[in-house]
């Protein structure tokens, strides 16, 4: 994004888990990583998310909705006055057995941003197995830019207080 500074997008990212709700804040999600090139998300491992007795296989539902979340943060710090945002599209192509204990982690970026759709890549991997994804995915988003983007507003929202 033109003219953001990296103190602006950790505020972004510390806002991004204020407000996280539902399954989002079950996933205890940490940004490791953000700049307008992408960003870099560990989801700690939780057996909840596993859908075998031995607690090791993940549902390929909980990779979908990370996948999806973390699709949405790249895009607000890669595209200025974001208001609102939709997923139009979303796709993820599984690539092997998510079966481990380890911490799984995500990187997505946002590849393509005119006016109103936002084009994003991802992969998912284990950590300390970046060599070794589990899956990709790719989304296309309905956007709505203001004078005034989503986050600035909540920034604003939050000063008021």
Not at 33 to 58: A, H, K, Q, W, Y
Not at 107 to 133: M, V, Y
């Amino acid at each position: 994004m033109a003219g953001m500074t990296q103190q602006e997008m950790e505020r972004i990212a510390q806002l991004w888990n204020a407000r996280g709700t539902g399954l989002i804040t079950h996933m205890a999600l940490d940004i490791e990583e953000i700049s307008s090139e992408g960003v870099r998300v560990r989801m700690p491992f939780n057996p909840d998310f596993c859908v075998d007795s031995d607690r090791t296989l993940l549902h390929g539902g909980i990779l979908t909705a990370l996948l999806d979340s973390v699709f949405g943060l790249a895009n607000f710090v890669a595209i200025e006055g974001v208001s609102t945002m939709a997923t139009l599209d979303l796709r993820v192509d599984y690539l092997r057995a998510a079966r481990s204990r380890a911490d799984v982690i995500v990187r997505a970026h946002c590849f393509r941003k005119p006016r109103h759709i936002a084009f994003n890549a991802g992969s998912i991997w284990f950590d300390g197995h970046e060599d070794a994804e589990i899956a990709r995915g790719t989304a296309s988003f309905a956007l709505t830019r203001g004078n005034t983007g989503l986050f600035a507003a909540m920034t604003e929202g939050n000063a008021a207080q």
